[in-house]
């Protein structure tokens, strides 16, 4: 008996410990390592009437915010001011986004689910759970002559831009992945990732190589943009680009913009995929800051895509995630000075679902709740033969 009691003293002694522990943990998180992001300038957002010619579109712009949940969304529209470019999307549904081996996927898993139309491992790069490589819409539409784009905050031959052109058993084998870019003939790619193309193990010197196949190799931001035409390989970063502060010169927004003003060259039509890559550092980071300041990164990007849209009537524009990352919740903020709270409840992606928003032709076939897979399906369906 005497025995028990001090068994039970001592539960609940640990019982409050860890709940002591657990709370001087959370007042660190909101108070001293996560404080909200404050006010700044709002920019102005563009209301783009939806006039599209035809049924199907003729080129299709799809933008990944890498682990942006509902809640990332709402902070950034909260900070700048109630409104993004995100509100021109009338057609929205949710997509459910666990892989072949896992409730909770990773990016790779992810990215191979919109760009092949298959769950696979988490890890994988577009090959299947058997490590069979398997076709991208990128290359898919590239076979049948459609210009193709790939944009990035991260290294291009990070986990989600790679698995549109890569086929690796694993995302951490980068120089076989930037390998992999010379299998195709991708138009145009803008990112960080210079050494994994420059200085590599196997000796081989891709900068070289992809001059030889008649890429205009450029690393500044500002020459980048002044392309008009041909093929381009834009690295930007070493390996990742820095945080948006520093990275500077509204690089993802600006990027888009030169990567569509190229793919439009093509006649036949285009596919580019653009990723805001650091929303998902920002959760992982449990940092509202660093989520909001990539949030709204993120939503210019997708003004610019939004911008060459209304203009062309053709493109379909299809925003979504691959995962949420940071089981992230807005617990306060201000609409009128853009001030944002927001709390974490993991360091990691949780399983929940994202939300998918579409404009332009086919924009309704992407409504209600749908598999990460389909999202490949329905493009597929619309864009190629
Ligand atoms: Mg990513
Ligand atoms: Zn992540």
Known sequence: MKQISMFLAGILMLAMLSATGQETYKEGQSKTNN???QTRDFYPVKTYPEKVKGKRPKNIILLIG???GADHVFAGITANGGKLFLDNFRHIGFSKTQSADKYI?????GGTALATGVRTYN???SVDVNRKPLKTILEEAEAQKLATGLVSTSAITHATP?????????RSSYEAIAADFLKTDIDVF???GYKHFADREDGRNLIEELEKNGYQ???DMHAITQVNSGKLAGLTAPEHNPRVAERGDNMLPQAVRTAVRILSNNKKGFFLMVEGSQIDWGGHAMNTIYVVEEMLDFDRAIGEALDFAARDRETLVIVTADHETGGMSVTGGNLYTGMVQGSFTSDDHTAVMVPVFAWGPGAEEFMGIMDNTDVHKKMKKLLLK
Do not use: E, K, R, Y
Not at 105 to 109: E, G, I, Q, R
Not at 162 to 170: E, P, T, V
């Open 35 to 37: 404080p909200a992001f």
């Open 123 to 125: 890890g994988a790069i």
């Open 162 to 170: 790679a698995s549109f052109i890569a086929h690796q058993g694993a």
């Open 105 to 109: 996927t990773d990016s790779a898993a």
């Open 217 to 219: 190799v450029l690393q």
């Open 190 to 192: 803008i990112g960080g």
């Open 66 to 68: 890498d682990g942006m």
